[in-house]
Structure formats: C-alpha cells, structure tokens
C-alpha cells in the first residue's frame, strides 16, 4: 500500500458560531455540482452538523477526534476517502486551539491546509489582526487563507481586507444571507430532515462560492495507508432494533458499521410510529430529541408494551442520553410539559436552560471500556445507585453515570464503538 494524493481542506474558525458549517456545507455542495465526489469528516463527537453535511455532499459524514477515535482510525478512514474522492473537507471544532486535543492538533498531525472562517459582522479593520493571530500562533501549521463570513457589502469586504497581507490570502467574502442560514435549538443545529427547505438553502450557500478562490481545488495531500482491523464476529446471528427517527437520531454511522462488522444483523423502528417491536436479541435506544415529542412517546403504549415484554425475557438494552430519558418514568420540557415515559428505569428528567453535561469521556462496561463524549440539557433524579461513572478525557472532575435494571444498561455517555469493538459487542449480549 502506498500513500494516496487528494485535495483536501481543513475549515477551522477563532471560535463556534462563526459559520464553520454552513461554509463547509456550501464548500460540499458547490463542488458535488460540479461532477466532484465530495468527503466530508467533522471533528470532534457531533450529531447534528454530519447530517446537514451528507446532505450537502451527498456521502456519510464520519467524526475525526485523536482521542476518541484514535490516531489509527482517523487515519484510516483518510486513507479510505481518498481512495474514493476528488476533494475531502474537515469542518473543525469550536475555535482553532480549543481543546484538548484541538482542531490545531489534528491538522498538524494530517498536513491538511487550513482556511478559518471569521465572522466579519460588527468588524472592519481588525479581521486582519484575528486572521494574523490564528495563522502566527502555533507555527508549522500549513495556512491556505481566510474567510470573511457574514460581509454587509462590497465597502465592507474592502476595508477588511485593507490590513490582510498577501499570503494567506482572503479566499472569499460571502454576504450575510439570513434565507441561507441554518435553524438551531437547544443542542445545535435543527436536525436536517427536519428542515423542509435545506436543500434550497444549501445551493443558495454554494452559488455564493462559484465567484470566490474556493471554486477551486484546494492543494493535494498525501495520506499514508492505513487500514482497521477487522473485529471478531462476535455478534454473528444475532438481531438488534434501533431506535430510529425524528426522536432518536444521535447515532454514529461509525457505531452502525462496527455491529456490523461484528456480525449483527441491524434492524430500525420507530418509537414515534411503530406499535411493535421487531423481532430481535437486543435493542439500542440511541440519542436524540424525546423531549419534543412528548405525547406522542406517552400515547404509544403497544411498543411500551413489547419493551417492557424485551426486558422481562432478559435480552438486553443499551440506553444512550435521550434513549435513557426515554426509559424513564416521566420526561418533562423546558415549557414545564410532562409525560410518562417508558417506566423501565426509576426516576424523571426535567429540561433545563443551562447545559448539564458536555465533554469528552471513558466509560468502563461489564465487558471493557469505550470511549465517547456527553452533551445534554436535561437534569436526572433517579434513586437507583449507579454501576460506574466514567473518567473524564481531562482527567478532572466526575463523569457520567452507568446505570442498570435488569438486562438494561443506560447513561448519558455517547460510546463511540470502534474505539473497543469487543466492548461494543458485550453491550448486545446475555
């Protein structure tokens, strides 16, 4: 195996809502209109920004972080979107240095050129001293330019690039277009296939790219070869339901292929819809919304049933952040509505206006430790003594907590299953 040459792009930015995914997305979609297969990865643990960006590029969207995924598997999945593309983006996290590892990590680690995004709103001369700062502060970092996100006019783009040095240059300067700008709520992003109009929004964000430098093919990179190994079928002939709908969505691709690699056959309903379970060994309750579909959760007692029925003949059933919220007894929103959930796992959760769990962590399981991140709104009170807490990535503080009833397992904790396949696997097992 040899290294494989493709023209690829970090999009990074001086902190978060700055416009990263909206101009990674208008990146992917301009140049999927003009014949070119697109990859796009997003850094850092994020459910909401991969699916507007396999919209936009028409491919799965795969997350890219040194200490969740491992070196090896962000390598290997480059290697293997090279193999396959003509251009290959990176959305970044947060600012360029934020975190631990950061953004600035992994591009350096790639040799992927950068191009920040700077919201220009409220700015003028000064967007020459923010894009100096990020392209001088860690030297070695391979910078291919700037760009001026949110521009009022063409006075505007002039006076903000009055101070900017030839190299790196400005790359584009897009308008502020507020019938191209994508919807948010508590957690991010509105999820895409709740968004009616992406799609015209998304090619009102790439006709803005055709008269700028980013219509153009960024520089080539090499990605040496790289390959994961293939995990044991240790799931061979057994069938898992998830959990899949406007509810619950959170879910890695990655999560998906790894049970299958492991030899589980995947079978989905849904929770809003469905009033039967399939026929299956295990059910996955993964993330998502279950708070803003409250009644509708509540009014379906004939899949309640056959969950209830999936506990008491002991087949297992792994619970993630809202799929936990879901087994409960009662979910409330932040509005003060409230509804009996499933009733599998003692206790309520209430929405709050403030973020109750964010960050990077490692969960030991009965059969061994994955790692993954939390990210929630919602506050739990449950009497049941957890089994475990995980550790977090920075090493301080306390991290979520396991709990178990019955074959049940559930936390707020996201697992990122190719970080322990075998782990991954024991979830789904007696």
Partial sequence: MTSLRCPALFLTAPASHQGKTTLTAALARHHRNQGRR????KTGPDFLDPYVLERASGHTVYGLDLWMNGEDDCRARLYKAAAEADLILIE?????????????DLAALLGVPLAAVIDAAGMAQSFAAVAHGLASFRPGLAF????AN?????????MLAQQLPAHPPLLAALRRDEAARLPERHLGLVQAQEIADLDVRLERMAGQI?????????????FPPAAP????????????????????????????ETLLQLGAELSFFSPLTDTALPDCDAVYLPGGYPELHLDTLAANTALKAGLHGHIAAGKPLYAECGGMLYLLDRLTNRAGDSASML???PGQAVLQDRLCGLGLQKMTFPGGALRGHTFHYTR?????EPIARAARASGAGTGEALYRSGSLLASYFHAYFPSNPRAAASLFLP
Avoid: C, Q, W
């Fill in 38 to 41: 697109v990859r796009v990865f």
């Fill in 92 to 104: 970044g996290s947060m600012g360029l240095f934020d975190g631990t590892p950061s953004s600035a």
């Fill in 144 to 147: 291919h330019g700037f760009i």
């Fill in 150 to 158: 949110h521009v009022a006019s063409d006075r505007h783009a002039e």
């Fill in 210 to 222: 055709a008269a700028t430098a980013l219509a153009a093919l960024p520089p080539a990179v090499a």
């Fill in 229 to 256: 190994a293939e995990p044991p079928k240790l799931l061979a002939g057994r069938r898992i339901a998830i959990a899949r709908d406007a509810a619950f969505a959170f879910v890695y691709p990655a999560n998906l």
């Fill in 343 to 345: 009733g599998l796992l």
């Fill in 380 to 384: 739990l009170d449950t009497a049941l």
